[in-house]
């Protein structure tokens, strides 16, 4: 379980971490979302205590990251995806990590089976591609067996495999109990990886919602008939809760019927339908909207307007 309590941080006029308290629990993955600047990076630095909060604390199973007797036991973290340059084949690089936690060598060679580089491992780590050097930096953040795995943006970069690698990897993790935070900017990415969101726009929280909950929310449908009667039709559908425009001759968009209730009013008046389908507000859409006033006013504030 990860706990954020009002949690904050400025850096000279700037404040990237605005109040921040949600929790993130154990046994699902959350995905923690926000446009680019948003304060993902930073919240998670404060959780491994890399960065002091201006105000507010963030706790690991409890308590802050600094008072565990032994942190990578409790929690296992990948921040920025960044080239390992060692000479070190990647089993001496993960030996060297055991060594100074009080880690044995057997658990080296089971994480290194777990991310799929046993036939590099051999290999020196600073020739490793991008999704290597990530499999690389997931197995030492596993290496303690944590309870609470912590990744920013772990697929930045990565090519299809390496996504769904990562995906399936997090899914397992949570259903073995854990806690699983992982950053993104893409909602795309969180809507196949993520069960519960933390949204944040501008350093605060917008969002702590499940996925399914998201979804619902932003199915906003617009249900497109097309009819050679469109304005009859259109008196057959008008009501108080309802909205219809229409683009060209013949095609009718209307939100606050279902598509069923537009066919069934249709065939009720007798009126002849060409077309009759519903779209749904993609996610990403929904995202975007939720965030805009976030993304606007940081636009403004540096003078680059959107
Ligand atoms: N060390 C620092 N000094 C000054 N400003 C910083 C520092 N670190 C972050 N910031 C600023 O704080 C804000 C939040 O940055 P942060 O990296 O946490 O966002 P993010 O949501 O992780 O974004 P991204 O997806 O782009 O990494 C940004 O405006 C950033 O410029």
Known sequence: MIEVTGLSKRYGDKLAVDSLTFQVRPGTVTGFLG??????????????????????TATVNGR???????????????????AVHTGRSARNHLLALAATHGIGRHRVDEVIDLVGLHEVAGKRAGGFSLGMGQRLGIAAALLGDPRVVMLDEPVNGLDPDGIRWIRDLLKGLAAEGRTVFVSSHLMSEMAQTAEHLIVVGRGRLIADVSLAEFTRRASRATVRVRSPQATALRDVLAGPTVAITGGEPGLLEVTGLTREQVGERAAAAGLTLHELSATEASLEEAFMTMTRDAVEYAGTSEGNPR
């Open 35 to 56: 446009p680019n600047g948003a304060g993902k990076s930073t919240t998670m630095r404060m959780i491994l205590g890399l960065d002091a909060p201006t105000a507010g």
């Open 64 to 82: 802050p990251y600094a008072d565990h007797p032994a942190p990578l036991r409790e929690i296992g973290a990948l921040l920025e995806a960044k």
